[in-house]
């Protein structure tokens, strides 16, 4: 499946209504379906009822949003994944900039598409537009002339001394069209790690990851993403956040040189699950168990640098001098340790993103004072 197939699959519609009818069109079959899926996780039975349709087309519904991994299926439940909430927030929010009948109808035509980004390079006449269309393999000037009526009957083009040109309509339109185009191939390319992270991550900014790098594990390198995790750190960084949803000997052992230096702002968090087994004494690797005493040494302390939430986390990040994010799916879902998936991204949005994440769960959190160290020693060994 490729971005423009899964575009076209989401915003295909039955109504019949054109690019420039005032008639309203009801949101796309595929639209209502990750609608419904927001609030709670349904039986493909309960989803037909829910948006009105039959259960054969409730399933055609669903597979490509599958495929794309917007939706998730469980073993009787389908649940909407975090990209698939990016992707039906972004289309509404769209739509309140933008007429949801014009997207549609761009969705439908690679023409349409073709003589509105045209124009947005430059005005031009109708026959300079068709000498461009033959020269970049576009419509014909037939097609050309009846696009350029439509828009021009709906407020998208105008003409100006012979030329015709975008109006704010028309550009509002192209560039929502284009926002959200984006934030679809975004969705598809980086299926294998978006899949499996929850839709309450709806503020993770997917169309930021142009550029990210997916690391994925295989089933004869089972270690990829944690091999990424444990590289990408040295002695030189300054400022260091780690979100701990494994107790991994190996992280431990590339982590504790930052914690032992001075000059690293190291911060962490844990849930209560890891923080049982950093400190539960049983561990066999010595970095493992350096670190137990260091988290129970420096909980009596108290100097801040570790917080431990008690609820699960849905992701595991490290954020290295705030210029590089890695994160993966916490080991909740199904996801087998051979197929996961991790991203690695420098952008900008991507790391304030984690780093807002990370601020707000470490201000939830709690210093690991010795008797919640524990408590959470008590929990895990009861669970």
Known sequence: MTPDELLRSLLDSRGKAGICSPEKIPDPTRIRTLDALRKEELSVRELA?????????????????????LIRSGPARLALTCSGEVVRRTYHDLCNETDSNGLVQLARSPHKQWVLRALKRTPARKATLATTATRENGPSRTTIHRILNLFTSGGYVREQAGACELTRAGHRLLDAY????????????????????????????????????????????PHNVLSALTQCVDTDIEI??????????????????????????????????????????????????????????????????????????SVHLAICDETRVILAPAPTTEMTDATAAGLESTDSAVVRWATAFFDTKYAEGNPPDAPSVKQAKGRSTHN
Do not use: H
């Open 49 to 69: 009822d829910r948006i009105s349709v039959t259960r054969q087309t409730a399933y055609r519904a669903c597979e490509p949003l599958e495929e794309a991994g």
């Open 178 to 221: 284009t926002k959200f185009s984006g934030v679809i191939t975004q969705a598809l390319e980086k299926r294998d790690v978006l899949r499996w992270l929850p839709s309450t991550l709806d503020t993770l900014p997917i169309e930021a990851f142009d550029g990210a790098r997916v690391i994925r594990n295989a089933p004869d390198q």
């Open 240 to 313: 260091f956040r780690w979100m701990s949803t494994i107790a991994s000997p190996a992280l431990v052992a590339a982590y504790w040189p930052l914690f032992q230096n001075s000059g690293t702002d190291a911060r962490v968090v844990f849930t209560e699950p890891v923080l049982a087994a950093f400190t539960g004494g049983s561990a066999t690797v010595q970095a493992l168990q350096e670190f137990g005493s260091y988290v129970e040494k420096e909980a009596t302390r108290q100097r801040g640098t570790i917080r431990c939430v008690t609820g699960p986390l």
